[in-house]
């Protein structure tokens, strides 16, 4: 069975920091750019973070840029978000997906991913 699973949610205050894991079971990261993906309550699901199935291009949404940082380990199958100076808006449910693509590119549309989690829920209060 091809899933992903999201770990490392939780709560935190405001400042704290998080790191959020996205492993693969079924079938092997090294051809998928995957995206990190978080829908609060009442919002869209919106894209964060992603990285190209080569681990060289990288890309993040201007609401987190500087404060995140995404990673893979396709040794591991998982690719991670460093989540840094937390704030009240990052509260919500974090997603990732996967797709295949090229080696090089990754994307943060939520409309065209193959694979999805069920998610991690990020909760900054204080």
């Known amino acids: 069975q091809l899933q992903l699973v999201e770990s490392g949610g939780g709560l935190v205050q405001p400042g704290g920091s998080l790191r959020l894991s996205c492993a693969a079971s079924?079938?092997?990261?090294?051809?998928?750019?995957i995206g990190w993906f978080r829908q609060a309550p009442g919002k869209e699901r919106e894209g964060v973070s992603c990285?190209?199935?080569?681990?060289?291009?990288?890309r993040y949404s201007g609401s987190v840029k500087g404060r995140f940082t995404i990673s893979r380990d396709n040794a591991n199958n998982t690719v991670y978000l460093q989540m840094n100076s937390l704030k009240l808006d990052d509260t919500a449910v974090y997603y990732c997906?996967?797709?295949?693509?090229?080696?090089?590119?990754?994307?943060?549309?939520?409309?065209?991913?193959?694979?999805w989690g069920k998610g991690t829920l990020v909760t900054v209060s204080s």
């Open positions: 079924g079938f092997t990261l090294d051809y998928y750019a």
């Open positions: 997906g996967a797709l295949r693509t090229g080696y090089s590119s990754c994307s943060l549309s939520t409309r065209i991913m193959d694979y």
């Open positions: 990285i190209s199935s080569s681990g060289g291009s990288t």
